[in-house]
């Protein structure tokens, strides 16, 4: 039986000697057959009547309580069964569940394995109704229960509750596969026995729907984190041209020459803009397709996606690189000034009139126009930008630009230096200047890159953009309904005497509690380690380019191109890493992170956020 969460690693990392016997027995049972396939240790959150009313609840344990599920496996042809674990020696005993203790061997009142199989499998089939409600699922559609395995425990004579049958307890006398195949079909045989009416074609292709878009990408737990980052991974990897809700929203609109797409943090801006040029160039072998942005390490990302299909067709860069890869090649000089307020200013208005000079002693071939452009991150273009590149394009290119006001956060490029409400007016100016060249705004509505627990994390909060103004940049937006759930996000308040700690200790429990690998996390801080009011200004007087985190990782700043590699955790800048996405971030969030900052930093995390409040 093939596992698609967690791993005996995992289990054994947690020390649950029960779990692991049952996960052994389970993951040999049925072979390599692909109808039979299980889960570990998920995490389910009780669904309150706030849910049920389609309301969502804030990301409280106390108000939203989660319930661990030992293990699920599931029949493609009928269903599921929950299956709740009991790893000591347990006894039931007048009515009473008990455990003996190892070391004093005495018998100790204990949880009842029944109703904690009962319950987790409820509120297992309450969140299924709840997540495929658009689909009009009802928990009557398929064959489901639970039933308890005690393996180190003799149950043979003993009196169980009327309500629970013989059959849906295994314990220590089951031990071999051919045992454990027979328990788990007579399971099944006894749900079907109580539910005649369930059978047919018709349960197959329900469970499958289950299967394929909730259960196998929807639940997780912190046992479960390394595998369902490998899930995402291949998911990010699969053919742009496969059918997805982004690549819907795309082929509508694939007759549109122009187009403006807005969206939050997380609603798959880039993705569309990759399924575009993808489209684009598929089928067409002479077209070209340029993706433009502000971020090196975006356009670095994207060309990695685009390339090994596309080749030399596909050129993604940054804006500034593009302009000083042409300016270079037509002769001129590329002189970038050491003044901060000069280099603004260099690169908000010299760049394009240096570019318009370049192209103007080197005009573009048409071998070297392109048949589509991507904008993104268009709020952070300055139109004179948009406007140099049009001898770049072919008569009937097609343009796309794709922004998000909420992380505007490159103004003094955009718009020169501004007081925060000349500043928010500008921003609008920008949004009608976009519209004016692109046409009306189509909206992304749905959160596609964020787990739940971190789109509801942010939902419920409120982010100053200067001047006394305060948004909620998700409350337009909806998560998507097949969304993974991560675990749950941390927040701390910390001195910034012991803020140095607070890094190192954050993200240790990332890699040796939660199971992250240290290239897949990212530490952010709304300034360079240079600057004063970074946490690690002060750990050393000397430059350095690392720091050692418990003899065992470095933490160092992130290069453009930089991908992560071996033990070394990256850290950054919101500005620098925007558009870009790791799968646990752990922010640093000081004086000097402003509301704009602070929502694009926690939006860089696909499964986990760590803030850390430096005070």
Known sequence: MRFLSASPEDINRVGRRGEARVYEMLSQAFGDSDRWYALYGQVVYQLTQAHNLGRRQPVDPDIRPKRELDFIVFDRERGFLVIEVKGGVVRLEGGEWQMRDPDTR??????DPIEQARTAEVNLMNRIVHQLAPVRFQQDMIWHGAAIMLPFSDMNGVKLPLNWHAD?????RITTTAQVERWIENVFQH?????????GNAVAEHVEHVTNNCIALKFSTECGLPRLMRQLLEHDGKDLLAKDPLNDWVRERLGRRKLLARGGAGTGKTQVAAIRIAHKLHGNTT??????????LLAASVHERLAPRFGERVVALSFHTFCKNWILRAGLQWEVPTDPTERDTFYRDGVPLLMLDAIQKRPPSDSEKFDMVAFDEAQDFNMN?????????????????????TQFLFSNLVLGPQQPDVERQGMLKMRVALQQR?????VLLCAYRLSRLIFEFIKNKEFDVGNGNKVRPFDEIDCDQFALEGCDPIEERVPKANAVEAIHNAILNAIDNLGFSPQSILVQAATTVGNPEHPLHSVDETPVESWDIAGRYKLRPITDKDAGNGDTIAMATPQKFKGCERMCTIVLRTPAMDGKKYFTAITRARLHVHVIEVF
């Open 168 to 172: 849906l307890v295994a314990d220590n």
């Open 438 to 442: 692109f046409g009306d705004e189509d």
């Open 106 to 111: 005495q018998w100790e009142g204990c949880r």
């Open 287 to 296: 077209d070209r397709a340029l993706y433009l942005c502000y971020n090196e």
């Open 385 to 405: 930008w948009i406007d140099c590149l049009k001898e770049f394009m072919r008569p009937d290119a097609v343009e796309w630009a794709l922004y998000d006001p």
């Open 191 to 199: 749900f079907q026995r109580q539910f005649p009416t369930r059978r």
